[in-house]
Structures are given as C-alpha cells and as structure tokens.
C-alpha cells in the first residue's frame, strides 16, 4: 500500500453495487458499475442528501456481484466488487466521532455514514473501504474475518454473510444524520490476509484475539 503503479491505477479499478428494492427483494439483475471508488463515493454523498422517512422508505446495495439469472444467496456470489462495509451499532467512541474512528482507522481510505437507527446519543453507522481488487466469492469469509480483526472486530459478527445487503444513506426523519470520508490507504485483500498470518501466526497466543478466537484463527489459516 504505496505509491507503485498498482497503488496509483487503483481509483480506476471499477466497482459496482448491486441494489435491492427491500430486504424481501431477491433479484439481482440492479448492478450499477462506476469508474472507480471516487465516483462510487460521489454516488454515496448524493444519497446521503435524500429525504426519507425511515429505512423501510429505502433501498439496500450490496459489493456483491452474481451468477446471471440467479436470486440473492450466498452460493450465487461471484465477488465483492471492489469494496466492503462494516456496520457499526456500539462503538464507545472518545470525544468527537470523525477524530476517534480516524485516531484508530486513520491510515485507510472510509466513508463513514449514519444509518436510520443512529441517534446523538449513539451514532450508528456503517464505513464503506474501497480495495485495491475484487475479492471471489470463496475468498470472502476469509477476507472479512481478516479485514474485522485489522479494525479490532468493530464491525457486526452477521455482515461476514457474503451476499450481505446495506441501507443506502440518506437524511433519515428523526436520525443523527452524517457523512465523511478519511482519505488513506486502500485495502488489499492478499496484503491483509499475509500480514495477519504475519503477525498472529498459525496460532495466536491467547484466546481472547479479537475476531474469533484461537478457533477462528485455525479455521482462517486452513482457509475454512
């Protein structure tokens, strides 16, 4: 995560987003493809600017792309098209909100925007990370239980299921709505997965790595 030409090219690696008209919604054939994160980003702050009235008002997108003429379900996932999300309910945050997920994530690229449910007395709310390639469709339990690890499992244990959907942004009725982004780094999937292997080892040392565990961490290694 430099400035080689792979780092540079990667705002023009295109992404996309599959989106769903409710979370009863199971068909897949919604894709929208963007250039790149930046536009993908772009996207997500006109969103953020929609007025609705709660969350049943909303429609859900998804990094997950799938098999053609195939219905929402982990076994018709292709990949994560060039992004991930971790939804975020009970973060004990220090002083502002923007200062402490940036004193802890800093070094990664994020939007971070609120959801319906957030409220000023507990922010809810999801950060969105580009990657510097898709992630397959059997790579990605592996993928997310080394990305939540690296962000001290911060994010909800239920968003690991691969065709995970998410409410878009918007200025909920009665929400503490925001949005910001913190420019960084983005996340490589292989980098993340050899730089947990890396530092933890086949086996870490105490049951309580955050993240699943010692169990967690065989199962990570054997690639199940």
């Not at 957030?118 to 990370?129: A, G, I, T, Y």
Request: hydrophobic fraction near 35%; proline fraction near 4%; charged fraction near 30%.
């Amino acid at each position: 995560m430099d400035s080689s030409p792979r780092e540079a090219a990667k705002s023009f690696m295109e992404v996309s987003a599959t989106f769903f008209k409710s979370i009863y919604d199971n068909k897949t054939h919604k894709n929208m493809s963007f250039s790149g994160f930046p536009q993908f980003e772009e996207f997500l702050y006109k969103l953020s600017d929609r007025k609705l009235e709660d969350k049943k008002a909303a429609q859900l997108i998804s990094p997950a792309t799938y098999i053609e003429d195939t219905t929402r379900a982990n076994k018709n996932v292709v990949d994560w098209a060039g992004w991930a999300a971790m939804d975020v309910d009970d973060h004990e945050f220090k002083g502002d909100l923007k200062d402490d997920l940036i004193r802890i994530y800093g070094k990664y690229y994020f939007v971070c925007y609120s959801t319906a449910s957030s409220r000023e007395s507990l922010p809810k709310f999801r950060l969105v990370f580009p990657l510097t390639e898709r992630v397959r469709g059997d790579n990605i339990r592996h993928f997310w239980y080394a990305l939540n690890t690296e962000l001290q499992a911060i994010g909800d244990a239920q968003t690991k299921d691969l065709s995970r959907m998410y409410y878009i942004p918007g200025s909920y009725a009665g929400a503490f709505n925001f949005i910001f982004t913190n420019t960084g780094n983005y996340i490589d999937p292989k980098e993340l997965k050899e730089d947990l292997i890396t530092k933890y080892g086949s086996r870490p040392k105490t049951e309580k790595y955050k993240g699943g565990g010692m169990a967690g961490m065989r199962r990570f290694n054997r690639g199940g």
